[in-house]
């Protein structure tokens, strides 16, 4: 398998990491009286800042929402990455890295902070991040390239 093929897998993971943040609307998962008794309190606790008039309830929804356009967002751009992956790994390295780091992160909070579904997900998204940096950098990455510079200046020359 290609770099290409890493990216597209992720692409595909962060789509279904998307899917199974946004399906737990409202993102409540306890339903003791204790855990029921801190979100009324949350919704019924309301103060304004910044001109926003609102509750705690209101801001805990609203990231959850915005948590799942970005995992959308970010799903998009790594199926896109892929399509350069394929002409040109090598251009395609200093983005995977940059969501390497993101995805590494989102693992080890959720580790910290979550459960067990958001670290899979964030870890094998990771994971295929890493192949994909590891295929990218090979010879025949490089090789590629030099390939399609020649293929541009005997168009150009």
């Known amino acids: 398998m290609k770099a290409f093929h890493f990216l597209r897998i992720a692409a595909v993971l962060t789509l279904l990491y998307c899917a199974g943040h946004t ?44 948590i799942s356009v970005y995992l959308l967002v970010q799903a998009a751009v790594l199926w896109q990455t892929a399509s350069i992956a394929r002409m040109d790994a090598i251009r395609g390295r200093p983005i995977v890295a940059s969501f390497l780091i993101a995805f590494v992160i989102n693992a080890a909070l959720s580790w910290k902070y979550f459960f067990v579904v958001p670290v899979v997900m964030a870890g094998l998204i990771a994971i295929c991040l890493a192949i994909t940096l590891v295929l990218a950098g090979r010879p025949q990455a490089a090789l590629n390239l030099v390939q399609i510079q020649k293929k541009g200046s005997a168009v150009t020359g």
């Open 23 to 66: 399906s737990g609307i409202p993102w409540t998962p306890y339903t003791d009286a204790e855990a029921t008794s801190v979100l009324e309190t949350m919704k019924s606790h309301s103060f304004e800042e910044q001109g926003f008039q609102g509750t705690y309830w209101d801001i805990y929804f609203g990231f959850g929402l915005i």
